[in-house]
């Protein structure tokens, strides 16, 4: 049980054009989901935590008009990243937690973005 | 502020025993998480300890102490396929993850 999708796994786009990435929970709902960047040799960033139904809560530094999170229903979440450009290119990874009772989070297999 | 802090890298020997140590300063405290991560890959969850001791599950266990601020995971009989990051992490009072970041472990024959 708890498994967390992730699609695409690989995305390879030109600067200046948008990017949707998905993140579903499989066999739970996932009340609370997170977006985290991971730069190559750093750990684990987080962007945003999105509650289902609400508006996402932003971390500190992050753009939330560049990156656009909707969490429409109990088992996915999307982020989009709007007019990539190269300094975005990172691995960006979902997790999902099924309540506050429930506080271990479990992670999507990410999804890689270069941009060109 | 709040701060995780564990070793950048270790190495060690197929069959052996390896500790990794995670001391951590967090505003509250909601349970403490082990992670490992291969490379390219996303971390996958190894243990949460929110009560004081040890907990044991299969080759791996962690340990916490709450009023020492510190945990260790333990890794026995050491296997290639250990090669990895482990990565500590803390829940908060507000719930959040905070993050160390990662321990390389290196696993040589």
């Known amino acids: 049980g708890a498994v967390v999708s992730q699609h695409p796994s690989w995305v390879i786009c030109k600067s200046g054009t948008s990017v949707k990435i998905e993140c579903r929970s499989l066999d739970f709902q996932a009340t609370t989901m997170f977006w985290y960047r991971q730069f190559p040799k750093q750990s684990l960033m987080l962007m945003a935590t999105s509650n289902e139904g609400s508006k996402a809560t932003y971390e500190q530094g992050v753009e939330k008009d560049k990156f656009l999170i909707n969490h429409a229903s109990l088992t996915l979440s999307t982020l989009t990243v709007t007019s990539a450009h190269p300094e975005d290119s990172s691995f960006y990874i979902c997790s999902a937690r099924l309540s506050r009772g429930q506080e271990t989070q479990y992670f999507g297999p990410g999804t890689r973005l270069l941009v060109l | 502020g709040q701060n995780i802090d564990q070793p950048t890298e270790m190495t060690a020997t197929e069959g052996a025993i390896v500790q990794i140590n995670c001391t951590y300063q967090t505003s509250g405290f909601n349970g403490l998480f082990w992670y490992q991560q291969h490379a390219g890959e996303a971390p996958t969850f190894l243990s949460y300890?929110?009560l004081d001791g040890l907990e044991e599950k299969g080759r791996f266990s962690s340990f916490l102490s709450r009023s020492k601020g510190y945990s260790y995971l333990l890794l026995k009989e050491l296997q290639m396929k250990d090669s990895a990051s482990y990565l500590c992490a803390v829940m908060d009072s507000n719930y959040q993850l905070i993050w160390g970041a990662g321990t390389k472990l290196i696993i040589k024959p």
């Open positions: 300890n929110v």
